[in-house]
T-cell receptor, first 112, second 114 residues
Framework: GENVEQHPSTLSVQEGDSAVIKCTYS??????FPWYKQELGKRPQLIID?????GEKKDQRIAVTLNKTAKHFSLHITETQPEDSAVYFC???????????FGKGTMLLVSP | DAGVIQSPRHEVTEMGQEVTLRCKPI?????LFWYRQTMMRGLELLIY????????DSGMPEDRFSAKMPNASFSTLKIQPSEPRDSAVYFC????????????FGPGTRLTVT
């Protein structure tokens, strides 16, 4: 089955800096890669996703890149703000009926 | 759209008691997932249903756990008897099976077993 590794487990940055979270996956059949943000005591919420037919996707201050050959994908947050502080999860699946396999999460702390 | 609805939001029970968690998926979604989240193990998939049929329950920890989906708008996760190590946040999520991949989570049920 699929295995997703996520690094780092914790990340502290200053407000305004960029943050990068990296994930690797094992199953070459995976072609859907979402990122979820979970604030303390809240539910995981989908913030951005990418499919294997594209290498990069942007949405305002967040972007995701995908390298299918190397089986890794990354989340990039620019101009970080304190409200970006949360746990971020990457996941992978084969599009369609397959389930998501989640990474262990990265706790991002943005200091003012 | 009300989103995925879960109840109760918090449950405190004593070891040995039966616990039932409930979930109403987003209308029109035909895949439903039950997850458990703990600090140690992260987000674990327990079981998922497509069109009310259980597809994969390999994540269910043991026979004390059972899940049902009697119709397209309701699912339950039952723990009987409960143990302290079952303490966790249990999330339900739903999606449209097939061509749509986005999965949406409910607010979760925080279970504490004393």
């Amino acid at each position: 089955g699929e295995n997703v590794e996520q690094h780092p487990s914790t990340l502290s940055v200053q407000e305004g800096d960029s943050a990068v979270i990296k994930c690797t996956y094992s199953d070459s059949a995976s072609n859907y890669f979402p990122w979820y943000k979970q604030e303390l005591g809240k539910r995981p919420q989908l913030i951005i996703d990418i499919r294997s037919n594209v290498g990069e996707k942007k949405d305002q201050r967040i972007a995701v890149t995908l390298n299918k050959t190397a089986k890794h994908f990354s989340l990039h947050i620019t101009e970080t703000q304190p409200e970006d502080s949360a746990v971020y999860f990457c996941a992978a699946s084969e599009s369609g009926y397959s389930t998501l396999t989640f990474g262990k999460g990265t706790m991002l702390l943005v200091s003012p | 759209d009300a989103g995925v609805i879960q109840s109760p939001r918090h449950e405190v029970t004593e070891m040995g008691q039966e616990v039932t968690l409930r979930c109403k998926p987003i209308s029109g979604h035909n895949s439903l997932f039950w997850y458990r989240q703990t600090m140690m193990r992260g987000l674990e998939l327990l079981i998922y249903f497509n069109n009310n049929v259980p597809i994969d329950d390999s994540g269910m920890p043991e026979d004390r756990f059972s899940a049902k989906m009697p119709n397209a708008s309701f699912s339950t996760l039952k723990i009987q008897p409960s143990e302290p190590r079952d303490s966790a946040v249990y999330f339900c999520a739903s999606k449209v099976a097939g061509e749509r991949d986005e999965q949406y989570f409910g607010p979760g049920t925080r279970l504490t077993v004393t």
